[in-house]
């Protein structure tokens, strides 16, 4: 039970907690009160409608159109075939070509230098009649073999008789006791002289074919000798194997030159080749080959010959210098994968509207694939995810699009868009999807 005193202090707290709600509650309401006085009282903002700004833009109108595409590469014109003339015996220049400078052109077959031929036609005199000598004494030895085996006949039919008559007269001394010891005697002395001849002539026989190869060889030695003077004579003329240009002349009248001393070089500019290089994607692409490429040759076959079109730097725009095919893969770079392409130029198909000569640096268009029905639309049209921007009912659409191909200005479309779509093709940075599209000039 509690005490007068314990319930005097509880009823104080309660009357404390009561007019602090009371108090709480008069401020909340005098709050919400002029809340509202205050929510009347005030005048609403006037209200402005926003509009978005239209993105202008240029466009095109796409459009279906078949596309022959091209290959694009630089290089500098070579002649085809380079040869370099070295003297190929020794002595002092007798005569040189009268045009021999550099720039000019010979003729094959025209002298372009020679060397004194003095001492090689002496030997070549020398060695002629060595190898007269070296015929006539085969001949002479063939004669003296025959000779000597006719004498071999008669040397044994020689020795059958001197062998009968030392057998006759042994059994006449022997049984008969008809002549001496003395006629015996001299009749083996007979036989054994005739028997001796016999064996050195027999040997001298024997040794005809050694005789008579060693002959041959002889004639073999002297005859080379004599070609090789010859063709040294000969060589003393030093004339242009081809029609050619003359590079580079470093030989003058009167010089002293050594065999192997490089003396012309010449260029043969009825052949011509420009080396490019080419993506390896892009070649796998747009080439066509003759023959299966997995023919098991393990090289490229080659490539179909397509006309392609060189142009000079100098030249005016869209005129072609020369026209050459397309003439073979010539190698395959394993740091930079690029594939190097032989064009040719020669024939009527070389003939130029400009100067082409070797060491000119030109751009090569080659013809690739043939694409039908694509749209072509301008290569900053087409951002890095492959899409285009165009513009429906007034509005951006971005769509995703399919490149077929591209060269240096423009994207070739086959998938994404249909004829008549309007493609947006200033730069422009991250629209907005549906942003409203103002077009300011459609451009042919």
Not at 73 to 80: K, L, P, Q, Y
Not at 224 to 252: F, G, K, N, T, W
Not at 349 to 368: K, L
Not at 438 to 443: D, M, N, R, V
Request: aromatic residues 4%; proline residues 6%.
């Amino acid at each position: 039970m509690l005490g007068v005193e314990e319930k005097g202090m509880i009823a104080s707290i309660w009357k404390k907690i009561g007019l602090n709600a009371f108090l709480c509650g008069a401020l909340g309401f005098v709050g919400v009160a002029g809340f509202a006085i205050l929510a009347r009282s005030r005048t609403p903002p006037e209200t402005v409608e926003q509009k978005t700004a239209p993105i202008t833009s240029k466009a095109i109108v796409a459009q279906q159109s078949d596309v022959q595409t091209v290959l694009n590469g630089f290089g500098e014109i070579r002649a085809w075939r380079q040869t370099e003339i070295s003297a190929e015996v020794a002595g002092h220049v007798a005569s040189v070509h009268p045009r021999l400078r550099q720039g000019e052109t010979v003729c094959a077959g025209e002298l372009l230098f020679e060397i004194d031929p003095s001492d090689y036609a002496n030997r070549v005199c020398e060695l002629e009649a060595e190898s007269a000598m070296a015929h006539h004494a085969a001949s002479r030895i063939a004669v003296e073999q025959q000779a000597e085996r006719e004498r071999l006949g008669l040397m044994r039919r020689s020795l059958e008789l001197a062998s009968a008559n030392l057998e006759r007269a042994r059994n006449l001394f022997a049984k008969n006791s008809v002549g001496s010891q003395a006629s015996v005697d001299a009749a083996e002395r007979e036989y054994n002289a005739i028997a001796d001849q016999t064996r050195a002539l027999q040997a001298a026989v024997d040794l005809h074919p050694i005789q008579a190869a060693e002959a041959e060889l002889r004639i073999k030695s002297a005859s080379a000798s004599l070609d090789r003077a010859q063709h040294d004579l000969a060589r003393c003329r030093v004339e242009a194997p081809y029609d050619a240009r003359i590079v580079e002349a470093r030989v003058e009248k009167d010089q002293w030159v050594a065999p192997g001393s490089a003396l012309l070089t010449l260029a043969d500019d009825s052949v011509r080749e420009v080396r490019i290089s080419l993506d390896a994607a892009d070649a796998r692409a747009q080439l066509s080959f003759a023959s299966p490429v997995d023919s098991g040759n393990g090289w490229f076959p080659p490539p179909v010959p397509v006309d392609c079109r060189l142009f000079l730097p100098d030249q005016p725009s869209g005129t072609p210098a020369a026209t050459g095919r397309l003439h073979r893969i010539v190698q395959m770079d394993r740091e930079t994968r690029m594939v190097t392409v032989a064009i040719r130029l020669e024939g009527p198909a070389a003939a130029a509207s400009w100067p082409v000569a070797d060491g000119m640096f030109c751009r090569v268009e080659i013809p690739g694939r043939r694409f039908e029905g694509v749209i072509a639309v301008p290569r900053h049209a087409l951002n890095h995810r492959s899409e285009v921007y165009c513009a429906a009912e007034g509005v951006l659409k971005t769509t995703p699009v399919h490149v077929a191909y591209t060269d240096r200005d423009k994207a070739y479309i086959d998938q994404g868009l249909a004829p008549g779509d309007q493609v947006l093709v200033s730069r422009l940075a991250n629209p907005l999807e549906n942003s409203p599209v103002a077009i300011e000039e459609i451009l042919p």
